[in-house]
């Protein structure tokens, strides 16, 4: 069950937006932001709020990578496999990561830390090869800066607890 103030503020949202359509993927993300994912709880609120049925909310959400169905890290890691990242290096900086972690593409290291993805372009292409981390954009990473930037992400989550 999500807060009132949440609520009130995503129905405020809707409100603005020219259809409900418009703010789903919004909404998803901060009902995704509270339940650190889209659970199926979620997915009814969704569309309560929306004024949409279930399956029209879980329709929206499978098109969106970066909505999650399923549990996931605190941190879920995007790398891009889209032709100029691939170009670049993505895919061994993917094994590298996995090597790193010690889990497969589309798993979560066992400390919930971290999931790693693959997804498409990130729309970073000039600076390939390219990772997301939650709102944060990474490029040119190199196997050496990844390790760095994985890093800095644990030391951010034992700060905030
Ligand atoms: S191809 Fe990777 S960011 Fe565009």
Same mark, same amino acid.
């Given at each position: ?7 009130? =503020?995503? /129905?405020?949202? +809707? ?10 993927? !919004?909404?998803?993300? =901060? ?5 650190? &994912?889209?659970?199926? =709880? ?6 309560? $709020? ?13 098109? #969106?990578?970066?909505? #999650? ?11 891009? !496999?889209?032709?100029?990242? &691939? ?5 061994? $900086? ?8 010690? +889990? ?6 066992? !400390? ?20 997301? +981390? ?22 951010? +989550?034992? /700060?905030?607890?």
């Amino acid at each position: 069950m999500i807060p009132e103030t949440l609520k009130t =503020e995503l /129905t405020a949202r +809707i409100a603005a937006a020219v259809t409900p359509r418009e703010a789903a993927v !919004d909404v998803m993300k =901060e009902l995704q932001r509270h339940y650190g &994912w889209l659970t199926d =709880e979620a997915v009814e609120e969704a569309a309560l $709020l929306l004024g949409l049925s279930p399956l029209q909310v879980e329709e929206l959400a499978t098109f #969106y990578e970066m909505i #999650y169905r399923r549990p996931v890290g605190k941190r879920v890691i995007h790398v891009c !496999d889209s032709i100029s990242c &691939w170009a670049m290096g993505g895919e061994p $900086l993917m094994a590298h990561l996995a090597r790193q972690l010690g +889990i497969e593409p589309g798993q979560t290291t066992p !400390d919930g830390v971290f999931t790693l993805l693959p997804c498409c372009c990130l729309g970073n292409c000039g600076e390939a090869p390219a990772m997301l +981390i939650g709102d944060t954009l990474f490029g040119r990473v190199t196997p050496e800066s990844a390790a760095g930037i994985l890093d800095t992400e644990r030391k951010t +989550i034992t /700060t905030a607890g």
